[in-house]
């Protein structure tokens, strides 16, 4: 007789599953993560491309990489920590993650981060002196039919162009 699922894991897996309906990144991560049969010694491979497609990696993205690899969260936060490659937190108020994906890069998602850059006299993976934006880029979060995408504090905005990203820098700055 098959086991039932503990509440908690039930609770998690209602959580992600709304996750995974309102946001295409998760969606291709589980894929990804498919790809490889939930297999466990992905860990790292599955956690570079959760940071490719979300620039970091927030607390959620940590957590169902340990609901779908079935590895405890401590495991998961002890990996993505030991590696400098990987950032848990941008330090800024703020976030802006420009999306590099081909689409997007095609549509010129490199002069948004251009002029991002500029504005900002930062580069990707960094954060202002006065800690009010970090600067991401990801690679394709599944919105390529509004490409250039760009997420500002974790919403996604379509069609942008540099005028579009100084303008949203303007109210944060
Ligand atoms: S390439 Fe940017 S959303 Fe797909």
Redesign the pocket.
Known sequence: MALAPSPQRSKTAARFAQKLASDKRFKILEAHIKKFQHRQDSLIEVLHRAQELFGYLEDDVLRFVSWQLKLPASRVYGVATFYHYFTLKPQGEHTCVV???????VKG?NKVLAAVEERLGVKPGETTPDKKVSLLT???????G????VVYDGHVAAKQGPADALQRLNQWI
Not at 146 to 149: E, G, L, T
């Open positions: 999306c590099l994906g081909t689409a997007c890069y998602s990801a690679r394709c979060i599944g919105a390529c509004i490409a250039p995408a």
